[in-house]
């Protein structure tokens, strides 16, 4: 759907030729934006709340950088996730205000009339090597206007670490956990906060981890009730969830 066509919409909604309830309906399946190699949706911010994100991997630069430039006409925030370097180039030749997160390979474009933080989430890594995927979960929740705690190094390996942030997380809507290895920590931050856990197994560890599927397996069978999994590596995904709950939660009434 074109503005002209949007605009006739609602000019039919003014003349009482439709409800609002059936305008509602069909603004819910706008069109996307067929760029050949892509299929952009930019509705996706209507139906949701959150825009369409791009994931960079396994696109050339130069797909990745056309899609960015595309989303950033239509004058919404962008996300582009898995960017390396190259890209990154890429993209910022055609959209120079976008900006490169290395440590979370991620770009970012913020359009959005500032505005206050709407929930408070907690992201917290098990160890130093988890961090990039942490990185990646706090870069996405800052994008969509979350308040972030970064909550970096608390692993089981040293309780102490994770005992003195309590304070922090007791303040929290969403926490998301970030481990690699036999993935333990998810578990023991279910039983000291009462909101959603959201537990991220990262590929980091040694063999025996295999990628990371070792601490995916030990944060599926976690005892904590409050405990639920991403997949292998994916901050953005905890992130995107986060927000949604986060955002629920200080819903004003």
Do not use: W
């Amino acid at each position: 759907m074109n503005s002209a066509s949007l605009l006739e919409l609602l000019a039919s909604v003014e003349r009482g030729e439709i409800s609002p309830d059936q305008a509602a309906k069909r603004l819910a399946h706008l069109p996307y934006e067929d760029i050949g190699h892509a299929r952009i949706d930019h509705h996706r911010g209507l139906r949701i709340g959150l825009p369409e994100v791009i994931y960079a991997q396994g696109k050339s630069p130069d797909q990745t950088a056309e899609i960015f430039a595309r989303m950033a006409a239509n004058g919404t925030d962008v996300l582009a996730t898995r960017a390396s370097e190259p890209t990154a180039e890429a993209v910022l030749a055609l959209t120079p205000a976008a900006i490169y997160h290395p440590r979370a390979r991620a770009i970012t474009l913020r359009q959005s009339p500032a505005a206050p933080t709407r929930g408070h989430i907690a992201i917290l890594s098990a160890g130093t090597s988890d961090q990039p995927i942490a990185e990646e979960a706090a870069v996405t929740a800052e994008l969509f206007n979350a308040r972030v705690s970064r909550l970096y190094d608390v692993g089981v390996a040293g309780l102490h670490r994770l005992l003195s942030q309590r304070e922090t997380l007791a303040t929290a809507d969403v926490v998301i956990v970030c481990a690699g290895m036999e993935g333990a920590l998810p578990s023991v931050v279910g039983g000291l906060v009462g909101v959603p856990v959201i537990a991220v197994p990262t590929s980091v560890g040694y063999g025996a981890s295999f990628d990371g599927a070792a601490a995916l397996l030990g944060m599926l069978n976690s005892c904590s009730p409050n405990v639920t999994v991403v997949n292998i590596d994916n901050g953005f995904g905890a992130a995107y969830t986060a927000v949604l709950i986060a955002r629920a939660s200080n819903k004003e009434s």
